[in-house]
């Protein structure tokens, strides 16, 4: 069996043949488009042992209820499944990143341990699929891109025990050479899992892709500091509870904007209690902020409402109810904007 070549097998770790237990839980669906062969629609999800599972969609009656259910809410809500074009196509549980603390640009290596399952390749016909321990090696780049391109397509849960909709992110990752790519082949389809905690926290797994995203976008931010201060008003109120968490985004025109919003975001966190600002390009501001969001308390106090004015009081943003993450625009130039809510007002200065 051909592993991708970017994946290593734990040494100590045999490769062991898949159960083939059905999905008890559906967390992504997809159909596979090969070249000279019928597309094929898969689900993925554990199974009751908490292994990561895949199986065809059809015939529908060897799924379990509750795995029909959820593919049926997802397509109502969100439409067919996406259609991949591969000829050989790998799963893999992630449990596990470790990225070099001194290498911290979009090209540099992050390693994630988990669990290969594969490959879906139609050559294996009825074989039973391999599972594998080991690491894939990609770049902060690769996840970035796969979690941003993924967005749309994340699998959405409707959790009855917390009564509000969650999603399972998913990332499309180069297993190996481009030319392998260009082919179909060595891809590798990642789930960020909560192993142990899944039960605690529900169907979902937005939490841990928020920390993902957290720990690479931070580590990117090592360049000098500019002329700008923290709000050290405004980010004690988030921490004493007066505020509900807030995460505000610097959005950049160009990737060399990006660069100098990545300084000042960076300047921004440096004295607060915690990290409040994020700095990403404006083509990806419509999807990341959703990411990042997961980060925070889903509970906003009722009534904590606020306003954003600029230097001339001038007001920039309304909100009945602060939103997880708050997005406005200020005019160029401006050198401070101020929060307003409950009764009291937290400036911050831009420059």
Not at 45 to 57: E, F, T
Not at 60 to 86: I, T
Not at 172 to 201: F, I, M, N, T, W
Request: net charge negative.
């Amino acid at each position: 069996m051909a592993l991708p070549r970017f994946f290593v097998p734990r040494a100590s770790a045999a490769p062991g043949t898949d159960t083939g237990n059905p999905v008890a839980l559906a967390i992504d669906t997809f159909a596979i488009d090969r070249a000279g062969a019928a597309s094929e629609e898969w689900v993925v999800g554990p199974d009751d042992l908490g292994l990561l599972s895949v199986q065809p969609v059809e015939p529908a009656d060897r799924l379990l209820p509750y795995v029909r259910s959820a593919l049926a809410v997802r397509e109502v809500s969100r439409g067919p499944a996406r259609v991949l074009a591969a000829q050989s196509l790998h799963l893999f549980e992630v449990l596990g990143t470790n990225r070099t603390p001194d290498l911290p640009g979009l090209d540099d290596p992050v390693q994630l341990y988990g669990s290969l399952l594969g490959p879906l390749a139609p050559a294996r016909g009825s074989e039973p699929l391999v599972r594998t321990e080991g690491q894939l090696t990609v770049s902060r780049g690769d996840i970035l891109q796969a979690l941003i391109a993924g967005a749309d397509d994340a699998f959405v849960h409707v959790d009855s025990t917390t009564e509000r909709s969650t999603r399972t992110m998913h990332m499309l990752l180069p297993g190996g050479r481009l030319e392998q790519l260009a082919k179909g082949c060595d891809l590798v389809l990642a789930y960020p899992a909560l192993g142990a905690h899944a039960d605690a926290v529900g169907p979902g797994n937005e939490i841990l892709v928020a920390q993902i995203l957290y720990e690479l976008l931070t580590a990117m931010g090592t360049e000098a500091p500019l002329d700008a201060s923290f709000s050290s008003e405004l980010g004690q109120a988030v921490r004493d509870g007066g505020l509900p968490p807030l995460s505000l985004v610097l959005a950049a025109l160009s990737p060399a904007g990006e660069q100098a919003a990545r300084r000042l975001a960076v300047q921004l966190n440096a004295s607060g209690p915690r990290p409040l600002w994020r700095s990403l390009l404006a083509e990806n501001a419509r999807v990341v902020p959703q990411l990042l969001a997961a980060a925070v308390d889903q509970a906003t106090p009722a009534g904590a409402g606020g306003s954003i004015l600029d230097d001339n009081a001038v007001p920039l943003r309304l909100c009945e109810r602060l939103p997880r993450v708050l997005e406005f625009k200020v005019p160029e130039g401006t050198r401070a904007f101020t929060l307003v809510t409950n009764g009291k007002r937290y400036r911050q200065r831009l420059q």
